[in-house]
């Protein structure tokens, strides 16, 4: 009987769906195990083979430990709100939920085709207003809640109103706006409404406040950081400036040191953790105060983890930003100022920040005092200070910083020498050493930890400063000038934001009659007409960010067609959290970052019981494409063979990798390939045209990406599962080659054959099996269950290849023997050994509620060995032994044997070596 994969492997993606198969709820019986992926954006270009990679691993792991006896949570769905469908809807007019139809659909159909054991019922989508009514009740939630740094934790507004009352802002230790004031009971209560809600602002955990922000005019959005390059929009490629608007934004900052702490007690990439923790970047220091000589009420605030370097500052930086810059700037450098200011927003902050090389800055004209000596230094403004992190502003020492120092030697600032109070010795950063030497009597001797303390009393002694502890991590933009994103519940009274009525959740996006900016710059919503609270009051006109649904999704999957709560807590406490978390690390400093800080502020309010959402995470690699090349001769339309181009002047081109095979190329297909190759000649090696390659990302403009449809229908999918797994250890990046699927082809089919005899009619006997079967099918269990559970698929699937060798040999067709290995392949291969589980007589799509086989030990004990003997240094034979002989006994065997008889000759060995378990030696 022929192995027919697309049969088969149609007929049990058809009754999984049928009969629920791989749906799942609540089971106290059962342990649970919750496996998530991160899910996909549906892009209109469908999957190709890279994508799948994660979601083969995962699966597999879902099969396996529900044959483990664990009731498996395994969901899937779609974070469906992007950029791309709005993009599209702006060319072409067609609503953005009607190509994120089409594309999911499109995304289902493949994934259904690779046999994933998803539980589609628990299905999410993002834009879809049952899920997003969710994501806006959260955001609802941080908005009626601040930080209590003395509980460390967020707590309902009204706690923070309620103190207000008794004893104003006095002992409120929180996370809130720089410039809040304090204030009495009594000054509260005289308070207005209005005046109240703008002081709650200051302090709640989601806010309305003027940004720096990346702005692109043709897009009419803001842009997250990883959305610009090089000053321009990755989509699209259209100029980005930075402009300071009024945005939504979100208290992360207020969790900054339980995100650091949180990282110790997970099981996630070593590097993922240190690019959050660089990104957190948390630092020890003091903020000083420098007043302007011209103006003192006013004052400059810097933040420096090196106080004892400030006696060799010499001049101060600010952001081209900063809120100073106009006040402070004299009228002869106004010009300069202003022309600086335009260049700036011309570049994205990642630009500003990763640009080490450029030296630019513009002089105010002002002068601030430095506390500490009485000096005046002079106040610049350079792009390399960004607005929003830290205070804007920085305190430059040039011989302790390679970027002021090069900053001090283009603009011909002073450079003073200072103690290094680490090592008594001069500070390095200056190899010229030029300016003089100054440091502080006080302080020498101390090293700059020791010296920070000290230092600290004098600035609070001179009112000029304190320590503080400083954070790299920002507070995080809520709001994109879009129209395909969640709607913000949020109207305006007087100015003020508030929040619609729960009850009136989802605040469903309205229909408009383009998808563009209005003529006067408003986002999209504002061409919704009529559209406002109660016919009255202007909602919010920006959108959620993209990562909005994503920062609670796997919470949904828990209990997804709840009308009433985002899931019950029956789910939550059942489900509880992510045991496995499938993803790239590319999402470290944003998705993860944002979801460990919702996660902590469900938890803070009581909605679910876990401090961090994800126990184990694993970053797969990814697959490369394997691109391959013609060589045209220049000027021609003549192609000459890869061994043969030397011979000429060519240029090398790509070609699709689906009209290549084991790098010969179709040539008629070739010829059908573009217009312009319709009558395109061919100079051959051999009668072929032999193509070159190279291994690199795969791409559509490298024409190397392979499509899955297409390998599903040459191979079958089972043959696809396990060759992606074989290419190499999940976490590293390896290439496709097509050319070797072959050979993962010709192991299931010499798997399938195990259970057939030659005529093609099923066999397998009821025969008890003998040592040998039974030794290489516990060495199969053992070795899956392994490598399974340390994610090592591609050496289990090197394993399958040598069992079924092994058991082909043996001429095994044995019932006990072969049962059990379809169980154990069925996680990497699910549609073959579906079909065969039937065919051994167990009940119809039962084999996932079958239990993985218990390996036992001593099928693998040995009881003989066979001994290499060698005369002379030199083997002649090999005598096979029990294991249970001494070496007196052995040696009494080797020498009765005859083949050692007559290679002694009748002399007696001189010597006799025996390794118990290893080899014979016979000196003559």
């Not at 190899?431 to 101390?446: A, C, M, Q, R």
Request: with cysteine.
């Amino acid at each position: 009987m022929d192995y027919k994969f697309n049969e088969i492997e149609k007929k049990w993606q058809k009754f999984w769906a049928e009969n629920g198969t791989n749906e799942v709820a609540i089971d106290k019986n059962k342990p649970k195990y919750y496996v998530l992926d991160m899910f996909p954006y549906p892009s209109g270009v469908g999957l190709h083979v890279g994508h799948p990679l994660g979601y083969i691993a995962s699966d597999i792991f879902t099969r396996y430990k529900r044959l483990k006896g664990f009731n498996v949570l395994h969901p899937m769905g779609y974070d469906a709100f992007g950029l791309p469908a709005e993009q599209y809807a702006i060319q072409t007019g067609q609503h953005p939920a009607i190509t994120t139809d089409q594309n999911t659909k499109r995304y289902r159909e493949q994934l259904d085709n690779i046999g994933f054991a998803f539980d589609w019922s628990r299905q999410v989508r993002t834009c879809d207003p049952d899920f997003y009514k969710w994501t806006q009740w959260i955001f609802m939630q941080l908005f009626n809640a601040w930080y209590n740094n003395d509980t460390d934790k967020a707590e309902s507004i009204d706690t923070l109103i309620s103190r207000f009352k008794t004893s104003g802002s006095q002992g409120i230790n929180a996370v809130c706006d720089e410039e809040t004031k304090s204030f009495s009971a009594d000054e509260w209560t005289a308070m207005s409404s209005e005046k109240q809600q703008k002081e709650l602002l200051k302090y709640r955990l989601t806010y309305l406040s003027e940004a720096v922000v990346n702005w692109c005019p043709q897009l009419g959005t803001v842009l997250a950081n990883d959305e610009v390059k090089d000053g321009f929009s990755e989509r699209g490629g259209f100029p980005v400036e930075q402009k300071k608007m009024l945005q939504w934004s979100m208290r992360i900052t207020a969790y900054a040191d339980r995100l650091l702490k949180g990282l110790d007690t997970i099981d996630w990439p070593e590097p993922v953790k240190e690019m959050q923790r660089n990104w957190i970047g948390r630092s020890e220091g003091a903020s000083v105060k420098f007043k302007l000589e011209a103006d003192s009420d006013s004052e400059i605030e810097v933040f420096t983890t090196r106080l004892d370097t400030i006696f060799g500052a010499t001049f101060l930086v600010l952001a081209p930003e900063h809120e100073l810059v106009a006040k402070i700037t004299t009228d002869g450098q106004k010009a300069e100022i202003d022309a600086y200011q335009v260049k700036t927003k011309a570049k994205s902050e990642r630009d500003r920040m990763t640009d080490v090389k450029t030296v630019s800055g513009a002089f105010t004209g002002a002068y601030a005092i430095n506390p500490m000596n009485g000096e005046k230094v002079p106040v610049w403004i350079a792009d390399y200070v960004l607005a929003g992190y830290g205070t804007g502003a920085v305190m430059a020492v040039p011989s302790g910083d390679e970027r002021d120092y090069r900053f001090a030697k283009h603009f011909d600032l002073p450079i003073i020498q200072i103690l290094d109070t680490q090592n008594n010795l001069e500070a390095e950063a200056d190899p010229t050493k030029e300016g003089h030497y100054v440091n502080s009597d006080f302080i020498n001797g101390l090293t700059y930890k020791d010296a920070l303390p000290v230092l600290v009393a004098k600035l609070e002694e001179l009112s000029a400063g304190k320590a503080k502890i400083n954070f790299r991590l920002r507070d995080s933009i809520f709001a994109r000038q879009r129209y395909w994103g969640e709607p913000v519940p949020v109207y305006f009274n007087n100015g003020l934001p508030q929040l619609i009525e729960e009850k009136e959740l989802p605040l469903l996006l309205p229909d408009v009659d383009k998808y563009l900016p209005t003529e006067s710059g408003e986002p999209p919503l504002a061409r919704a007409e009529g559209w406002k609270y109660h016919g009255e009051f202007e909602y919010e006109l920006s959108t959620m960010p993209g990562w909005a649904g994503s920062s609670w999704y796997w919470y949904r999957y828990m209990d997804a067609r709840n009308d009433n709560e985002f899931a019950s807590r029956e789910a939550i406490d059942y489900w509880n959290d992510v045991d496995l978390y499938i993803g790239g690390s590319e999402h470290a400093t944003g998705h993860l970052l944002y979801s460990r800080f919702w996660n902590k502020f469900l938890k803070d309010m009581g909605y679910v019981n876990e401090e961090e959402p994800f126990k184990k995470l694993i970053n797969q690699g990814h697959i490369q494409g394997r691109s391959n090349f013609v060589y045209r001769v220049i000027g021609t339309n003549q192609f000459v063979s890869y061994g043969l181009k030397s011979q000429y002047g060519i240029q090398v081109l790509h070609v699709d990798v689906n009209i290549v095979q084991n790098d010969i190329l179709d040539i008629d297909k070739f010829r059908k390939f573009l217009p312009e190759y319709a009558d395109a000649e061919f100079i051959l090696e051999d009668g072929k045209y032999h193509c070159g390659h190279e291994v690199e990302k795969m791409s559509k403009s490298k024409y190397n990406v392979v499509n899955p449809d297409d390998i599903i229908e040459q191979y079958g999918a089972d043959t696809l599962r396990m060759y992606e797994m074989f290419l190499g250890p999940l976490e590293q990046s390896k290439p496709w080659n097509t050319n070797g699927i072959s050979g993962v082809s010709n192991f299931l089919r010499k798997f399938w054959n195990l259970f057939f005899d030659e005529k093609g009619n099923f066999n397998v006997s009821d025969v008890t099996p003998e040592k040998a079967e039974l030794k290489s099918l516990h060495k199969i269990i053992q070795k899956v269950q392994e490598d399974v559970e340390r994610f090592s698929f591609n050496t289990s699937v090197s394993s399958f290849m040598i069992c079924v060798n092994e058991l082909t040999a043996l001429k095994c067709n044995k019932r006990a023997i072969l049962q059990d290995l379809v169980i154990t392949l069925s996680p990497y291969a699910p549609h073959i050994t579906e079909e065969l589980w039937s065919l051994l007589g167990n009940e119809k799509g039962s084999l996932l509620k079958a239990s993985y086989p218990v390996f036992k030990p001593e099928y693998l004990v040995e009881d003989s060995f066979e001994y290499p003997v060698s005369i002379n240094g030199k083997v002649r034979m090999k005598l096979n032994l029990s294991l249970t002989l001494e070496p007196a006994e052995v040696e009494k065997v080797v020498l009765e044997s005859a083949d050692v008889q007559k290679h002694l000759d009748g002399k007696s060995p001189k010597k006799v070596i025996v390794v118990k378990g290893r080899i014979v030696n016979v000196v003559i």
